[in-house]
């Protein structure tokens, strides 16, 4: 099995959540996690912070897909509309790059790590840890990202899998 790197992201208009997360020979390993918190200026400008930091990452680290949060639909228009924008902000960055992006709907991610799609935030950040080996000291915007990341690794497995007809997965 060859070596995966993917930057997880957890956008958000005012906070965005980022993660790499490495995996070699089946095993996670934790590269870099942290978040973007623009100072309160325009929108505009926080996007463009944004931006800036995915581009750093997918320059310094070079991964191999980014898998980004899918906005999910509220009562608050606006705020849908903000979170709509700052994914796009990731998006633009990863296109330049011409990196694979990824799409997982927030209940998937917390499905596949936690079993239930409505589990709280502490306890994504906590399997997170353990699938990872560490101590979960990180923001939960980034505890978020790394869950996307850790899913996206998931999926590739369980496609592989299928694709190579291993004894108990089966494409239906």
Known sequence: MADRLVLGVDPGSRCMGYGLVRE????LELVEAGTVRPPDETLSMRLGLM???IEKLLETHAPQAVAVE???FGRNQSSALKLGQARGAVLAACGVHRVGIFGY???LVKKSLVGAGRAEKVQVSFMVGQLLGVRPDWAEDAGDALA???????????MAAVEAGQPGVTRL
Do not use: E, M, Q, W
């Open 24 to 27: 070699k020979s089946g095993v």
């Open 148 to 158: 996307v990341a850790i899913c996206h690794l998931n999926r590739c497995r369980f």
């Open 51 to 53: 931006y800036a930091k």
């Open 105 to 107: 709907d927030p209940t």
């Open 70 to 72: 899918n906005v999910f």
